[in-house]
């Protein structure tokens, strides 16, 4: 079934460690995006992609990274996890509609935990 | 960049009731405006979204209606159910760019 896939489903590292977030989708989207939420809160986006070797920062200043070097791919790493980097961070992607928008699809997030 | 503003932030109302959201918005050339329903522990899902070409439209008890004019949407929920109750975001491009700015959310509550 095509689907948009995260893991870690939940994560608890140690601070300063170095982390990647992995988001992956089936869907053969082009566009890929980011966000941070806090339990129930506003969706921050923190990193998007619109193709292959194209990564834009977002709203949110983020110290995490993102690379696109395959198209179902978008990983986003941690250098050095602090604990105000815990939060949930969920994975989107949307095809690339003529109207310019289309609706995003989201991963099941990755729930960090900075201790 | 673009500003959301939404409200309610809570809204409580009881089976059968009709509920309304609004979304305010910034951007005169924002042209897309999604609805997402995010229930506990969930990831957000799309219910409905409009394009600024049309005023307002419908899927079952769920619809949406905008005015571009005065740069706001609305989500109504008519016939309200228990399992509506779930945190629902507005979202909003700046500009004509691929991607989204969410509203802080409404956490809404059926009550039977």
């Known amino acids: 079934e095509a689907d948009i896939y995260q893991t870690p489903r939940y994560l608890v590292i140690g601070t300063g460690k170095k982390i990647t977030l992995e988001c992956s989708q089936t869907?053969?989207?082009?566009?890929m995006y980011w966000y941070q939420q806090d339990p129930g809160m506003e969706l921050h986006l923190i990193h998007y992609?619109?193709?292959?070797?194209?990564?834009e920062k977002g709203d949110l200043s983020s110290e995490s990274t993102v690379s696109r070097i395959r198209t179902e791919h978008f990983p986003l790493t941690l250098e050095s996890a602090r604990p105000s980097h815990t939060s949930q961070y969920l994975c989107?992607?949307?095809?690339f509609g003529a109207g310019g928008n289309s609706p995003l699809h989201f991963g099941n997030g990755t729930r960090l935990t900075v201790t | 960049g673009e500003n959301v503003e939404q409200h309610p932030s809570t809204l409580s109302v009881q089976e059968g009731d009709s509920a309304v959201i609004k979304c305010t918005y910034s951007?005169?050339?924002?042209?897309?405006f999604p609805w997402y329903k995010q229930e506990l522990g969930k990831r957000p899902q799309l219910i409905i979204d409009?394009?600024?070409?049309?005023g307002e439209k419908k899927d079952q008890r769920i619809a949406v209606t905008l005015n571009k004019t005065a740069k706001h949407f609305s989500l109504h929920i008519t016939e309200t159910q228990p399992e509506d109750s779930a945190v629902y975001f507005c979202?909003?491009?700046?500009?004509?760019?691929?991607?989204?700015?969410f509203g802080t959310g409404t956490r809404l509550q059926v009550t039977l």
């Open positions: 989107a992607s949307s095809e």
């Open positions: 869907m053969g989207h082009d566009k």
């Open positions: 992609s619109y193709g292959v070797n194209s990564t």
């Open positions: 951007d005169s050339a924002s042209n897309y």
């Open positions: 409009i394009r600024s070409n049309v």
């Open positions: 979202a909003v491009p700046p500009g004509t760019a691929s991607k989204l700015t």
